[in-house]
């Protein structure tokens, strides 16, 4: 059992002052009760040191899930900002992404997931989504991957979750075509490629691996289809017959919509666009996340919502790869679901993707605390509340946020005395002036930082 002392806990009905937050053996909240207290001289009050916390902090928060990640791409983060001649743009970049993994190794693999795990969760982050291709490492580019190297660079992944202390939704990614049409992969792209028979004997072995109950539920998993340039009508079929097998009920999280290219070659081959295609031939609902989602349509968001499914904004990599700006106003305003993720990792801070969706619509807007809730001004609050619920959809759970049964995952924040909790949480995500982030409890347990 671990208990947490918080002076404000924001839990799922809001702000709740002097809260003690329970946390079970099996890595989800027990219960929720006022913090033992007692009253001393000058009406400062003291922990009752009979039954002490394991750590106290003035607030605490769920911690973020991030819902979108390539943890292989950490490796080249910051180091690909250069020119190349005229005409740089997401395509460019994705061949210079390719050249940079014929000397990753699973060794190579596991120690660059490790620093990146550890650094998301030293930065607000507590669970992270693996949207795992790379299924093939090191060694010449042209040969396909087999089952034994795509679980080798499966558990590499995990090893370094586990080393990290954070929760991972792995999600293997289907990826069988270099475009649309069926076209023939790249001789850089055959390592992301798997037989349909060995994708399906890695999905078998993960599940026996994420059974274990020495794991406390930390290694989940989903299905994920990498593209529909890259996964064509017939094998999104298969992949979902698959997961009604193997994984009912399990996420799917699938790339949409991130370039212009692609609706453009979408609307030739298919005949639509990638979102409106996938929501007439897909079972697209509440356990769905599409990723990006950058170009797509008014009427294709309304018909995203009206299906509950959740859009996952990596507004850093986004930005870095010049892919354009998501409609985050009315996606908000509209209760559209929103998770967010740290993609490229070129930025590993959860509050500064949320920072960073706030600062577009006050750019487009010419306004100030755009992205604010009815029953909260304060963005801050609005934006953390709204990445939680998303991010816990995006891993297949319905719990928003803090309460008795969800996951026991948080985030402990030291703020200066005196700040109202809406306004430490603000100064959180857009400035640190006066508010750090002190630790982070996760199923691992608990682990606290400098600060």
């Known amino acids: 059992m671990i208990r947490i002392d918080a002076r404000w806990l924001l839990t799922e009905a809001g702000w709740r002052p002097d809260a003690r937050l329970l946390i079970g053996d099996d890595g989800r909240i027990a219960a929720i009760e006022d913090a033992p207290v007692r009253a001393e001289p000058r009406g400062v009050v003291r922990p009752i040191a009979a039954e002490p916390a394991d750590a106290s902090a003035d607030l605490v928060v769920p911690g973020l899930p991030d819902a979108h990640c390539h943890a292989f791409q950490y490796g080249i983060a910051g180091l690909a900002e250069r020119a190349g001649g005229h005409g740089d743009s997401f395509w460019t970049w994705r061949e210079r992404m390719y050249a940079s ?28 989504a693996e949207f795992h291709y790379l299924h093939r490492l090191g060694g010449e580019p042209g040969r396909r991957a087999s089952l034994a190297t795509a679980l080798e660079a499966a558990q590499a992944l995990a090893r370094a979750a586990a080393a990290a202390g954070i929760t991972l ?12 049409g069926r076209a023939e992969l790249g001789p850089r792209q055959a390592r992301f490629a798997l037989a349909r028979d060995d994708y399906r004997r890695l999905i078998e072995a993960l599940l026996v691996q994420a059974a274990d109950p020495a794991l406390r539920g930390m290694l989940r998993l989903g299905v994920a289809p990498h593209s529909l340039r ?7 079929r298969w992949l979902l017959e698959l997961r ?15 370039q212009q290219a ?54 850093t990599t986004e930005a870095n790869l010049g892919d354009g700006f998501f409609p985050v106003e009315e996606w908000f305003a509209a209760g559209g679901r929103m998770s967010i993720g740290s993609d490229s990792n070129v930025g590993t801070d959860a509050a500064e993707e949320l920072r960073w969706l706030e600062y577009q619509a ?59 909790p809406d306004d430490a949480l603000d100064d959180f995500v857009f400035s640190r002036r006066a508010t750090r982030l002190a630790g982070t409890v996760t199923p691992a347990g608990l682990r606290l930082e400098a600060v």
Do not use: K, M
């Open 262 to 315: 692609e609706v453009r070659d979408a609307r030739a081959a298919l005949g639509q666009t990638p979102i409106a295609w996938l929501c007439a031939n897909a079972p697209v609902d509440h356990r769905w996340t599409l990723v990006h989602a950058t170009h797509a349509t008014p009427g294709e968001l309304r018909e995203v919502r009206a299906r509950g499914a959740t859009v996952c904004l990596c507004t």
């Open 362 to 420: 006050r750019l487009r807007r010419q306004a100030r605390a755009v992205l604010v809730d009815a029953d909260s001004p304060h963005p801050g609050t609005a934006l953390w509340r709204r990445a939680v619920a998303g991010g816990r959809l995006s891993f297949g759970s319905d719990r928003p946020g803090v309460a008795p049964g969800a996951p026991g995952e948080l985030v402990l924040l030291s703020s200066e005395a005196g700040l109202a």
């Open 101 to 128: 993994l014929t000397s990753l190794d699973a060794a190579g693999l596991e120690r660059t997931a490790t620093a990146l795990y550890r650094r998301l969760r030293a930065a607000g982050y507590t669970s992270v």
């Open 244 to 258: 009604e097998a193997l994984l009912p009920d399990c996420p799917v999280h699938i790339h949409v919509s991130e």
């Open 230 to 236: 890259a996964c064509d009508p017939e094998d999104l």
């Open 169 to 180: 939704l792995l999600l293997p990614v289907l990826y069988r075509w270099g475009g649309f």
